[in-house]
């Protein structure tokens, strides 16, 4: 018989691979544009869609949104629950999600400019509490920890399981070094060191759009690798001519994992 090898910490490892990706936390200002890119709600429709009928309300009076953007969420939640509280750190989102809220005439969302890093001790605790997409950050432990604290029955996130299908290929072609960043397997496992018990579901990947012209691939390129040198540019022109199936570039998106789990109550 060998040793049983050490524990794995999974929060130090987390911040480990963070690094490994050369992540900068990204302030609330690099949000506040995106809230006013049209198409933002027909462009995640198939999301919210997915993630709603995975979220258990039955008997649910309050819902925490972290995150919650300009509201894909909140909206349709506050039409079945008495009430909402909305949290997201950037001001141009909850412009957004005040302009929405004024549009549909919704009385029951109260929207919190706040960070996961923040106080939130004058936000009620809510029945559930949820996180979409909003937890790339420096330390996912604490902000998991924070959630389950805040929902008195279940929390719920979604996390990216891997890297947009077709990154890793326009990564290769410019000869980038890139690094996936952490997937769903680190918020699985510090919530089972934290003593939950994860359940998981995965939400349909996006069929790509339409086929891309040159520009918006380049342009989808230079968001996930910073300025293409003028060699770069051609040579994704030249892969982008090459074959049909390369002008689809990258999935818009990634597959996102649902997780949800009973808090302590
Ligand atoms: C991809 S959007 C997701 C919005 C919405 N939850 C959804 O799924 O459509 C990520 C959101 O998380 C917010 N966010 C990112 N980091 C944050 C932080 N540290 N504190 C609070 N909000 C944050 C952003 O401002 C943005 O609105």
Known sequence: MTALPPPI??????????????????????????????GWKRRHDDYSDAFLARL???????VLDVGCGPGLLSLPIAARVRQVHALDYSRGMLDGLRAAIARAGVGNIQPWQLSWEDDWSAVPR???????????????????????????????????????????????LLRRTWAPMPDHRYPVNLLLDMGRLPRVDYLPVPAPAADKDVADLLQQAEAMFGELTATERQSLCDWHAASPDNRLGPAPTCRWAFIWWETAG
């Open 9 to 38: 910490d999974h929060a130090t490892r987390y911040r480990q691979h963070l690094q490994a990706c050369g992540y900068a936390p990204k302030p609330a200002s690099a949000w506040d544009a995106r809230a006013t890119q049209p």
């Open 56 to 62: 258990d309300l039955d008997g649910v009076d309050s």
């Open 126 to 172: 809510c029945d559930v509490a949820i996180a979409s997409r909003s937890l790339m950050v420096p330390d996912l432990a604490q902000a998991l920890a924070k959630l389950d604290a805040h929902a008195r029955r279940r929390a719920c996130i979604t996390f990216a399981t891997g890297p947009r299908t077709g990154a890793g290929e326009l990564a290769a």
